[in-house]
């Protein structure tokens, strides 16, 4: 018999806030975090902005320097995920039935670069740290996290682009759902802030140029011109119902439809025609049991570049029709594109819009795209009913994922 799949902690690390809190009210503020990047010399770069992690501290700075950038987000988020979730290993979960699915989309690209650099152009092959591959390893924050928290069952990560997030907490839905693990934590974490990706995405014209913070993620808007860089991680613990339950657990929203599919058509480019991503959203529909009209409001992958925003649109009147009411926002336009850790991000977000009743907002979204005719909740967000919720990601290699998550009810 399947089983019900539960929202029993959430945690955070982005560029609007380093935690739950933080973050929520920034979003529904309808703050961005985007600025010219610290990380590195901007020299020669044709990019400027990007939507940086402020003011973080790991805690422990010896262990720090072991660990990749989003290693550390991840294991901050994680930690503040399963303080919500009160989940002790060997406690009131079986270890063994206590997994990890976390995923990235590029890995420890910092600390490669910078051995790199240490490596080749000083020609040092000896200073190489001895720690260069378990911290460029994308698997790596799957394995730090389930040794910290004594989690024993299944842990890896999914490695697809923008899409990993998504991925994995929905992988880790069926995991639970089909009875192979009680407690999984779930989502992403990413940090790839760093001259050499900053060059790639740069002459990919994939990132905004534009050097103004309130006209760089624009999701949907006629001036859009590229997405932002962020970093940071999201993290669900997913729990199987009566386990939940037994325990008295505070149960915050409920997991009930995924769907996955390839557009099989290009690397970067999405299919013009959005099939691939309209067939996840079907597939995540029919998985909940639900009709396209249940589904109260979408957190759209919406990066902000010119094919990306078109071609969802289509993906999503596909689904929805041509004349859907359904209320769709991106909060990239705030946090900017996390890449592999995008998608935990917007399904802890999507958890809090269904516990406060609040639908975030398309911050900075001033002229709409006159051929983009959705209601994309421009600048302001708002109160609103909500049962269902979808969460969509569209990665680079043709990969797509959609959530649904829906309030919880007894």
Known sequence: MEKRVVV???????????????MWESVRAGKHGIAQITRFDLEGQKVTLAAEVKDFDFGDRRAAKRLDIADQYALVAAREAMADSGIVSGENVDPNRFGVYGGTGIGGLATLESEVSKCVKKNTPARASALLVPMMMP?????????????????FGIVSACAAGTHNIGEAYRNIKHGYNDVVIAGGAESVLAPISFSGFANMT???????????????????????????????????LEHAKARGAEILAEVVGYGATSDAYHITAPDPEGEGASRALEMAIEDAGIAPSDVDYI??????????????????????????????????????????????LEAVICVKALIEGFIPPTAGLQKQDPELDLDYVPIQGRE??????????????????ALIMKKYED
């Open 299 to 344: 957190n759209a992958h919406g990066t902000g570049t010119p094919y990306n925003d078109a071609f969802e649109t289509i993906a999503i009147k596909k689904v929805f029709g041509d004349d859907t009411k359904v209320p769709v926002s991106s909060t990239k336009s705030m946090t900017g594109h996390l890449l592999g850790a995008a998608g935990g």
């Open 206 to 240: 994939a990132m905004n140029p534009t050097t103004d913070p309130d006209r760089a993620s624009i999701p949907f808007d006629v001036d859009r011109n590229g997405f932002i860089l962020g970093e940071g991680a999201g993290w669900l613990i997913l729990e199987e």
């Open 139 to 155: 698997n790596a924050i799957a394995g730090n996290i389930s040794m910290e928290f004594k989690a024993k069952g299944a842990s």
């Open 384 to 401: 609103a009913d909500l049962k269902y919720v979808l969460s969509n990601s569209l990665g680079f290699g043709g990969h797509n994922a």
């Open 8 to 22: 029993t902690g959430i945690g955070a690390v982005s560029p609007v806030g380093n935690d739950v809190d933080a």
